[in-house]
């Protein structure tokens, strides 16, 4: 107890219970939207025009040969100077939607920074692993869908982009557990995250074994929840096209 009883006071079990959560609904907003996005690319990529793949094969290579932390400071000072000085003032001042007893408050400019610049990181790769996905579907499958009458539409609607989502299953799970720990990152523009929490309570109370440490064991926890989650999900597949 006495290595422990300092950092286990109230406040600081609560600031880091309280960062936990943050990193937990930001990670869960980017993967969606990251998941939508990726997708979407994905599908310019393979059936869109020669104009849209072009475009779009450029920003996903921008983007993941960005570094992240390059593309959060961007998005938090850059996306800031080329704003409108009302819009970012606005932005910045705080709102709330009553809902009754409560109130849906907007989210900070850091947040918005944050998630902006997550999901674009995330959709480039999650795009990536659905290519894949698509490249790694038997010239067989697509000549007998032809063969049945399907047009090109109908084909990657039907059979390539669901054998696709099959295969890159396990990789994009990988790419939501980045995602948990990329949240990380946010920190240095100012979001209070996990890490964020834990450098706060570092600084105020010097236990800093103590502060990371129980940090470190949240991020363990929610990543292996997500990776025996996603795995229960490809063992569950009937035809085990998710499985390595």
């Known amino acids: 107890m006495s290595l422990f009883g300092d950092l286990l006071a109230p406040r600081y079990l609560i600031w880091l219970l309280q960062g936990f959560g943050v990193t937990l609904a930001l990670s869960a907003a980017v993967?969606?939207?990251g998941t939508i996005l990726g997708l979407a690319l994905c599908c310019l990529r393979a059936v869109g025009g020669r104009l849209a793949r072009a475009g779009t094969t450029a920003c996903v290579g921008?983007?993941?040969n960005t570094p992240l932390l390059v593309q959060l400071f961007f998005w938090y000072f850059g996306a800031a100077a080329l704003t409108p000085a009302p819009l970012t003032a606005w932005l910045n001042?705080?709102?709330?939607l009553p809902l009754g007893p409560t109130a849906l408050t907007w989210p900070a400019y850091e947040t918005l920074a944050g998630f902006f610049g997550l999901t674009l990181y995330t959709a480039a790769y999650i795009a990536e692993e659905c290519r894949a996905g698509l490249n790694g579907i038997r010239?067989?499958?697509r000549e007998a869908a032809v063969a049945l009458g399907l047009?090109?539409?109908?084909?990657?609607?039907?059979?390539?982009?669901?054998l696709a989502l099959r295969i890159a299953w396990l990789p994009v799970v990988?790419?939501?557990?980045n995602t948990i720990k990329n949240t990380s990152l946010t920190m240095t523009i100012g979001l209070a995250e996990l890490s964020y929490a834990a450098r706060e309570v570092e600084t105020e109370s010097f236990l800093a074994f103590q502060a990371f440490g129980i940090?470190?064991?949240?991020?363990?926890?929610?990543v292996a929840a997500v990776e025996a989650a996603g795995h229960a999900v490809a063992r569950r597949d009937p035809a085990g096209a998710?499985?390595?």
Do not use: E, K, M, N
């Open 215 to 222: 940090a470190t064991l949240l991020y363990v926890g929610a």
């Open 93 to 96: 001042s705080p709102h709330g």
């Open 242 to 244: 998710v499985r390595r």
């Open 139 to 141: 010239a067989a499958q």
């Open 174 to 177: 990988g790419q939501y557990l």
């Open 151 to 162: 047009t090109d539409l109908q084909v990657f609607r039907h059979i390539a982009l669901p």
């Open 31 to 33: 993967c969606v939207a």
């Open 62 to 64: 921008l983007i993941r």
